[in-house]
């Protein structure tokens, strides 16, 4: 008998069931994070200075900070301190090198905070601490090796050709053992890195896109000169290679477009100096007399140059 009450066992079925495909709402409420800001130029190329003299400043004063303490002891328990006595004292002059090494890490922080905008951009990509996208890394490495190692030649040669004075980083390295091990440490571990962060990163590419790559190829170069004067203002020879250097680094960051290349050249250099300078003590003592006329100039590359010598003297005497 048909009744017109409906069943109780009839479930009706869900828009899913039926293969209906249901709208969902589209939420405006959720907010969508806006990409990092690009600084305008001038601001870049400002903040970049500011940087610079930061990285310049904490060189000259934290080295002073690390060695007050030990001044400080030498003025109570020792009494009044000569200040020639103070100029030689080995223990100051290695704690004033092991100085640069706080120096440079608060400075890697500081050029870390202005890349990344406070973790809003990647460092390494927006530095351009990268290999070029076209060039083999093995092939780009072995190209700066040599590069290093011509330009190790050229400042070999020049400074042999040229001579000079001592410089103040010559009479700093020779004071003691320790204070080698530790100029070697800082020129291979931090100064590098931090160095080629700081001129051919952040300074190159405010200045590159505020005033081209010449303006920035020009001052870049001559910064990075102009700091070392002061360390090697008595011998005009070693001015002349690190300049030579510091044009190589910056043609080499402009041309590939990427701080990899010359942070290598840097460090190659640096490195093969530093082998040098711990070593110097450890050979033959005739490779270390220096006449007046013709004396060592960057730590490193007259005492290569004499060991040439020496090895191709031993050479002509067997044959």
């Excluded at 300078?277 to 060592?296: G, H, N």
Aim: hydrophobic share 50%; charged share 15%.
């Amino acid at each position: 008998m048909i009744t017109n009450e409906p069943s109780q066992h009839v479930t009706p079925l869900s828009d899913e069931q039926a293969g209906f495909v249901v709208d969902q709402p589209v939420r405006t409420d959720v907010a969508v994070p806006p990409p990092p800001r690009t600084r305008p130029a001038w601001l870049q190329v400002l903040i970049s200075f500011v940087i610079w003299l930061l990285s310049v400043a904490m060189l000259a004063f934290i080295p002073v900070v690390v060695a007050l303490p030990y001044v400080i002891y030498k003025m109570v328990y020792v009494g009044p301190i000569n200040p020639q006595a103070l100029a030689t004292d080995k223990t100051l002059i290695f704690l004033s090198i092991l100085g640069i090494l706080p120096s440079h890490v608060l400075t890697l922080g500081l050029v870390w905070l202005f890349v990344t905008e406070g973790r809003r951009r990647p460092f390494f990509d927006t530095i351009g601490f990268r290999w070029p996208r076209d060039t083999s890394p093995t092939y780009g490495t072995m190209l700066c090796i040599l590069l290093a190692l011509a330009l190790l030649a050229i400042g070999w040669a020049v400074t042999t050709v040229w001579g000079g004075n001592k410089t103040q980083l010559d009479l700093m390295v020779e004071s003691s053992m320790a204070a080698r091990v530790v100029t070697a440490l800082v020129a291979v571990v931090t100064a590098p890195l931090v160095e080629e962060l700081i001129y051919r990163g952040v300074m190159y590419s405010a200045l590159e896109r505020a005033g081209g790559k010449i303006i920035a190829i020009l001052v870049v170069s001559l910064l990075f000169a102009g700091v070392h004067v002061f360390q090697y203002s008595n011998n005009i020879a070693v001015i002349v290679v690190i300049t030579i250097l510091s044009f190589t680094l910056t043609f080499a960051r402009a041309y590939t477009g990427s701080v990899v290349p010359p942070f290598i050249i840097h460090l190659v250099f640096n490195g093969i100096q530093s082998l040098f300078i711990v070593l110097a003590p450890f050979l033959d003592k005739d490779l270390l007399q220096k006449s007046e006329e013709i004396t060592p100039t960057t730590p490193g590359l007259e005492l290569p140059g004499r060991l040439f010598e020496t090895i191709a003297a031993y050479v002509c005497r067997m044959t």
